[in-house]
């Protein structure tokens, strides 16, 4: 039996508290666990201690949460450790090569995509808005570039039709774990064999951004349902929608010009196999099923909607006491 491995975590939410979970229940010893200052959170922006933060208190571990890993008093603090590797997983802080090298088998990292596939902050919602067929998890040997590290390990799962970036962050933060767990041996016993990323094949994962999940209603009703499945929970997809707007059934089409515009919220939809005539943006239909609008190719059905300061509906809720129809989108 292979003897365990001291180990030093760094990771952030709740992907990486999963990772972190299946290496307090494995025969190796996490020493300490690196993660960000606590933010502020919720409406009362509150400090709040990350999901990671949280796990590692609960079992008593030490939590380091310098601001920066480019100060040599806190390279100087990680090398104390003595750590045989360092796990990180979303942690967000950069690793100078001081800190690359302190563990004596250096640090791997848990990425969510099938590198060199999506290397960057959002490989899930990449893969979704790309319309990728599958994903998965590399484990990586990390060094000075972003996600350009040597290949250790990789998992694989498809993406299901509709499946969200919610619903797909679970499923590769298990599989994630599962595959940190099962790639220690091999890097306990000198095993591994690492493999080189192929360059041609690398993409970038952006960083999302809150204007980008605004919808073009020219676009595809096919690219315009990955957009709402890849930006749910965050920073879900809108069209903006003028003020005094169809606010109920009664008044359905108040003159909107000059009023602050206001985002409606979707948050879950559909392309569906119809012609419809009409405009880009244009409501043509409503039913308890969902509300179909017409855009660059094919028609896309919204299922679940939110107004500005409401709660998340389903069509069939949302018609009760509103009406899209005629309504054109921008």
């Known amino acids: 039996m292979t003897q365990g491995l001291k180990i030093l975590f760094a990771g952030t939410p ?47 571990l030490p939590v380091m949460q310098p601001v920066t890993l480019r100060d040599p008093q806190a390279q100087q603090q990680l090398s104390d450790f003595h750590a045989d590797l360092m796990v990180v997983v979303a942690y967000g802080l950069i690793l100078p090569q001081a800190v690359l090298d302190a563990p004596r088998l250096g640090c791997v990292n848990v990425h969510a995509s099938l590198l060199p596939r999506w290397r960057g902050a959002a490989p899930i919602q990449r893969a979704i808005l790309a319309g990728d067929a599958e994903t998965g998890v590399t484990i990586m040997q990390m060094d000075a570039g972003l996600d350009t590290g040597d290949m250790l390990y990789k998992t694989r799962c498809p993406i299901q039709p509709n499946e969200t970036a919610q619903q797909l962050h679970d499923t590769l933060a298990q599989l994630g774990a599962q595959a940190l767990v099962d790639c220690l041996p091999a890097l306990t016993e000198g095993t591994a064999t690492p493999e080189k990323q192929n360059e041609t094949l690398a993409c970038y994962a952006d960083k999302l951004q809150k204007a980008t999940a605004q919808i073009q209603w020219r676009h595809p009703a096919q690219a315009i349902a990955r957009r709402v499945c890849a930006f749910n929970p965050w920073p879900v997809a809108f069209t903006p929608l003028a003020e005094g707007i169809c606010p109920d059934k009664h008044n359905r089409r108040k003159d909107g010009n000059g009023s ?17 005539q009409g405009e880009p943006g244009e409501v043509v239909a409503e039913s308890a099923e969902g509300i179909d609008v017409v855009t660059g190719d094919g028609v896309l059905r919204l299922q679940q909607l939110q107004l500005p300061g409401g709660r998340v509906l389903s069509a069939e809720q949302f018609l009760h006491a509103h009406s899209l129809l005629g309504i054109r989108f921008d």
């Open 14 to 60: 709740e992907f990486a508290a999963d990772s972190l979970r299946a290496l307090l229940g494995s025969e190796h010893q996490v020493v300490a666990v690196y993660t960000q200052p606590d933010r502020p959170a919720g409406r009362g922006r509150k400090l709040t201690a990350s999901a990671v933060k949280q796990l590692a208190l609960a079992h008593h």
């Open 260 to 276: 602050t515009p206001r985002n409606l919220r979707i948050w879950q939809a559909q392309a569906v196999e119809m012609t419809a």
